[in-house]
């Protein structure tokens, strides 16, 4: 019952509107944000990468006790043959592909 309550409370810390997330004793997910959706890290090989996006950043992450930190910009690249609605490139946090969350592959 512990462990159930820990889970919800760490989903309902990444529900708001804040662009700060929370994390719960553990490592923060690898992501970005871009016109306000998140982008997960995916393992997809290095695509053909096209032009620069701008106003992408890395959400705050809180995993310790103390200061939760703050966005962080990050340059993202549009993805030869891919929306950047559903798919961008990004070297930061680890470089790869993100894809929109909930989004197919």
């Given amino acids: 019952m512990r462990y ?8 309902a810390g990444c529900g708001g509107q804040s662009h700060t997330q ?3 004793g553990g490592q923060c997910a690898a992501a970005v944000v871009y016109h306000g959706k998140t982008y997960v890290r995916t393992k997809a ?3 053909a990468l ?6 992408g950043y890395v959400p705050a992450c809180n995993d310790h ?7 962080q910009p990050v340059v993202l690249r549009r993805i030869a043959g891919t929306p950047a609605s559903e798919a961008v490139y990004s070297r930061r946090p680890f470089p ?4 929109r969350s909930g989004s197919q592959p």
Avoid: M, N
């Avoid at 096209?50 to 106003?55: P, S, Y």
């Fill in 4 to 11: 159930l309550a820990v889970v919800l409370l760490a989903l």
């Fill in 22 to 24: 929370s994390g719960v």
């Fill in 45 to 47: 090989a290095r695509p």
């Fill in 50 to 55: 096209k032009g620069r996006l701008t106003g």
């Fill in 65 to 71: 006790e103390g200061d939760p930190g703050t966005d």
């Fill in 96 to 99: 790869g592909v993100y894809r």
